[in-house]
């Protein structure tokens, strides 16, 4: 009952009617005092209008007058005069005195607090204005226990009555909620499980048919979610069927191409002059076919594996991809030049991080070779508060303004022409699996610089 709406809804109702009627309370029984004060000053006038039919009663007709009325005695002023007219011994003195001829609101609440928390009998004076207009003032006085009992009575009838309307209104509220409520949510609920049992199924997508503005708001809002998910996914199964299919016919195509390459290193060595002088451009395309091929392979794999994390020194490294890359620029003009500290040791995977460096590396090279200008490429190192950071720059021509718009979004972000823009997706993921960040730091006419963020985190093994 507690963890339902309804069920909380039922029990905040009872509680805030409870509230309601005890703040109604309060001024009711300063009423019902007043009222019951009042009662007593009628009935002891009424008993005094014996006195002024007889001028002499008999002590026990006095005595029974004086029963009746519940009070010990009657003051009665007229003209100015104030007559006993009824009078009986009184057993204590009076200790309060009690006018209700002016009393304000504040007053009465206040008294009737004040005796409804004092359990003790006290012999009380009440002051007020005779009806019908039989005098300028009668008092009376009267004990204080008959008060409080009838005050008690009163209350606790009020609180009862109060506590069956409480339940009675929040039942027919809880009721309502259920109906109104708590039944289109559950309906909603059913629809939102069905969906997730099988969200490429369209039947399960809601149909919005609640009169209530909010919950058809709701549905309508679920009813485009399910709709706009149900198109992804359809989407995303064809995405991935037409990735297994590309990714089988790369597999093949690089078979072929690799053959095909192996003919044309024995046409490079032909005789004829015409055909020296094509075949270069055909191992060129041969070389990007294969190429483009191995790239798209990589890439549809279904992730990258976990990188085994282990305490690597960077300037290492960046020999062993300097090395590298330096055999692969022959006559141009490049520079490769490692200006790693020796003391950077950062944690990370080798073989992944060598392949990120690589990847940078060639694709600055391979840039400063197409500009057909003398040219450097940079590989340098430093740690600062909390992380390692690589820089891999080049004085090249910058990034175009096209390859900078989708740098890092796989088989648009190519800068060189042939090339299938995979190489920096990859990188970036392999990064982002270390914890860090692949970023363009500068790019202009002046150079590009690209820089590679690794956290340093918990250094013990």
């Not at 003919?263 to 020296?276: A, K, M, N, Y």
């Not at 840039?367 to 720059?393: F, H, M, N, Q």
Request: charged share 25%; aromatic share 4%.
């Amino acid at each position: 009952m507690l963890n339902s709406l309804s069920g909380r809804f039922l029990i905040l109702t009872t509680v805030f009617v409870m509230l309601a009627e005890i703040l109604i309370f309060v001024p009711s029984i300063a009423r019902f005092r007043e009222d019951f004060l009042l009662n007593r000053l009628e009935r002891a006038q009424i008993a005094s209008l014996a006195l002024l039919a007889d001028d002499m009663l008999a002590e026990d007709l006095e005595a029974e007058l004086l029963a009746n009325a519940g009070v010990y005695n009657v003051v009665l002023r007229r003209d100015e005069v104030r007559q006993l007219m009824l009078s009986s011994p009184i057993p204590e003195s009076i200790t309060q005195t009690y006018d209700l001829r002016d009393a304000s609101p504040w007053v009465l609440i206040r008294d009737a607090m004040s005796r409804i928390f004092k359990p003790e009998n006290e012999i009380i004076r009440v002051i007020g204005e005779p009806v019908k207009g039989a005098g300028l003032l009668i008092e009376v006085t009267t004990d204080s226990a008959p008060l409080r009992m009838a005050m008690v009575d009163y209350g606790l009838r009020i609180l009862g009555l109060s506590f069956v309307i409480s339940i009675i209104t929040a039942s027919l509220l809880f009721l309502a909620v259920r109906v109104v409520l708590v039944r289109p949510i559950k309906s909603v609920v059913g629809y939102m499980q069905r969906y997730a049992s099988a969200p490429e199924d369209a039947r399960g997508i809601i149909s919005p048919n609640s009169k209530v503005t909010e919950l058809r708001e709701a549905e309508e809002a679920l009813k485009m979610l399910q709709t706009d998910l149900t198109q992804a996914l359809r989407q995303r199964e064809r995405l991935a069927q037409l990735g297994g299919a590309v990714a089988k016919v790369s597999h093949d195509l690089r078979n072929i191409l690799t053959s095909a390459q192996l003919f044309t290193d024995r046409i490079e060595s032909s005789d004829d002059p015409l055909v020296r002088r094509m075949a270069p451009k055909l191992v060129n395309s041969i070389t990007r076919a294969v190429s483009l091929c191995e790239s798209t392979l990589a890439f549809g794999r279904a992730e990258e594996p976990a990188p085994t994390l282990t305490m690597v020194p960077v300037r290492a490294l960046a020999a062993d991809v300097a090395a590298s890359e330096q055999l692969a620029v022959a006559d141009a003009c490049v520079e490769i030049v490692n200006e790693v500290p020796d003391d950077l040791i950062v944690r990370a995977d080798p073989e992944q991080l060598f392949r990120v460096i690589m990847n940078l590396v060639r694709n600055a090279r391979q840039a400063l070779v197409a500009s057909a200008k003398p040219g450097r490429v940079t590989i340098a190192g430093c740690e600062y508060g909390d992380t390692w950071c690589i820089e891999i720059s080049d004085t090249g021509p910058g990034l175009p303004p096209k390859a900078r718009e989708n740098l890092f979004t796989p088989f648009q972000g190519g800068v060189r022409k042939g090339g299938s823009g995979l190489g920096l997706a990859i990188s970036q993921e392999l990064v982002r699996g270390h914890g860090g960040d692949l970023s363009l730091k500068h790019t202009g006419p002046e150079g590009t610089v690209f820089e590679i963020s690794l956290p340093r985190g918990d250094m013990t093994f």
